[in-house]
Nanobody
Framework: QVQLVESGGGLVQAGGSLRLACVVS????????ISWFRQTPGKEREFVAG???????YYADSVLDRFIISKDRAKNTVYLQMNSLKPDDTAVYYC???????????????????WGQGTRVTVSS
């Protein structure tokens, strides 16, 4: 089991930036898969970016070239740097963890066992 705590959400104008943080505990940080998802009311949770097995990064097409997922091993933290934000990026963002997920399931929230509490991001136009 992986424990996850997010922070860093807030209100920002379109074109601005935010950095979300996900502190990870309960498993060997180097090997756990950590992904960011987002959700808006009435919609399914959507994959944003992921660190598969701690070593390879993947992004949704909608955030490619704008968002960057990274990690700080000393702090056991995964970050999501969000640049050039758009109103469509408004959502609650969640980090999710899985200790043993195959790559083909990375983008599907049903395959994640552990979730943070979520952090709200609002982008105004």
């Amino acid at each position: 089991q992986v424990q996850l705590v997010e922070s860093g959400g807030g209100l920002v104008q379109a074109g601005g930036s935010l950095r979300l943080a996900c502190v990870v505990s309960g498993h060997i940080f180097d090997y756990v898969t950590i992904s960011w998802f987002r959700q808006t009311p009435g919609k399914e949770r959507e994959f944003v970016a992921g660190f598969w097995r701690g070593r390879e990064t993947y992004y949704a097409d909608s955030v490619l070239d704008r968002f960057i997922i990274s990690k700080d091993r000393a702090k056991n933290t995964v970050y999501l740097q969000m640049n050039s934000l758009k109103p469509d990026d408004t959502a609650v963002y969640y980090c999710a963890g899985n200790t043993d997920i195959v790559l083909s399931r990375l983008r599907h929230p049903i395959h994640y066992d552990d979730w943070g509490q979520g952090t709200r991001v609002t982008v105004s136009s």
